[in-house]
């Protein structure tokens, strides 16, 4: 922790302006105390790690996170508190909020507001993340969770990648107004943000993103909003998207030769066609598609064969239609839903026939679909 009270109750601050040397000095003067449990506190001034306040070996005060920070976490925690206390009217440090019996690193004022800022740099479990936001939501508090900035995102120096994203990096995707989603990291040993922006979903875990950093001297509060991709970034999303279909389909014939059975290739089989010559039209990244874990080739497909089976037109589908085919998915409801109803705009715009598997084989509609999602000014004519 980077907080202690003195003997007489006043409130110490580390910060990256007091030298080393006035820091050893000073603990041979002085004792310091913790702002909750009052026990006492080592003051920690070494080389490698930033300068902190530790509880000793048999303290009780075990859960108020001070003994499970590690360098990395110290760190950004001082950079973001600089960070803001240059940018807002007030912040305080690892201020304990008595009511809920919750600590966040920083808690900002913020336009009228105070806000807790948690800087992550450990995987918990997301209910855990929720059981804290459900303390802040106590007190009205909407709280900002900065991520660390793991690894494969910081060393990647392409502008668009394709990644894995773990469950917990997942959970902190946020969507912004421009109908983009973006993922807010940082990395205090660059003092660098790094935002993937916009994420497609691609299929389980995978995603392609653009990736873009801001250094912390350029940061703003609120938060700097990622620009909208341009025509190359799209394009370049595109192809990564594309890759990945290509993948999919490879993937599910290798599954077909060893006789594994899968709804997919069985949906093909009775609408008589090979994964391979699947039409360009399945398996496109409309608004929402993230809602699926599965690839969109996958849920796409299905979609076209459950509505085949009603002998209808995709416009002439009727609310228990789609309420009963996202029954199979896993996902939120509403937002299985919604994708649904986007790829049923998108057949409808593109005037697809989907009685016919043959026409429009291999257009190439991802494109053109993402500039629509992203560029603000795209008009069809
Ligand atoms: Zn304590």
């Known amino acids: 922790m980077l907080t202690a009270h003195t003997a007489e109750g006043e409130l110490v601050i580390l910060t990256r302006s007091q030298s080393l040397e006035s820091l050893r000095e000073r603990r041979k003067q002085e004792s310091f105390y913790c702002p909750q449990c009052k026990e006492q506190l080592i003051l920690k001034v070494g080389d490698l790690v930033i300068p902190h306040f530790a509880h ?40 304990f909020l008595p009511d809920i019996q919750q600590r966040p690193d920083l808690l900002v004022v913020w336009g009228d507001t105070e806000v807790p800022v948690e800087f992550q740099c450990s995987t918990i479990s997301t209910s855990l993340v929720r059981q804290r936001n459900a303390g802040y939501y106590l007190l009205n508090m909407l709280p900002v969770w900065i991520i660390l900035t793991p690894q494969s995102i910081q060393t990647s120096t392409a502008d668009i990648l394709t990644l894995r994203l773990s469950s917990f990096l997942q959970f902190f995707i946020r969507q912004i107004p421009n109908r983009m989603s973006v993922l807010l990291t940082y990395h205090p040993q660059s003092e660098r943000f ?44 595109a192809l990564h998207y594309q890759s990945a279909r290509r993948k999919y389909l490879r993937t599910v014939i290798a599954y077909n030769q060893k006789g ?71 996902g939120e409801p509403d937002d299985l839903l919604a994708a649904c109803r986007s790829y049923g705009d998108f057949l409808r715009e593109e005037r697809i026939d989907i009685y016919r598997m043959d026409r429009f084989t291999d257009g190439d509609f991802v494109y053109e679909v993402l500039s629509g999602r992203f560029l603000a000014m795209y008009a069809k004519n």
């Open 260 to 330: 594994i059975h899968n709804q997919f290739l069985r949906a093909c089989y009775e609408m008589r066609i090979q994964p391979v010559q699947l039409p360009a039209w399945i398996g496109v990244p409309v608004q929402g598609q993230e809602a699926f874990r599965q690839s969109d080739c996958e849920w796409q497909l299905l979609f076209v064969a459950a509505v085949r089976e009603t002998r209808k037109s995709p416009d002439q589908l009727n609310t228990s239609f789609f309420h009963t085919f996202i029954k199979q998915f896993d």
């Open 56 to 95: 000793y070996q048999q303290s009780s005060c075990r859960n108020s996170f001070s003994e499970g920070e590690s360098p990395a976490h110290l760190l950004g925690k001082s950079q973001l508190y600089e960070f803001f206390s240059h940018h807002t009217p007030a912040v305080k440090l690892e201020p």
């Open 194 to 237: 790094y935002y993937l922006s916009p994420i497609i979903h691609l299929q389980g875990s995978t995603y392609a993103a653009r990736h873009l950093t801001l250094s912390l001297h350029k940061q703003t509060v609120p938060f700097s909003l990622p620009s909208s991709p341009s025509q190359t970034d799209i394009r370049e999303l």
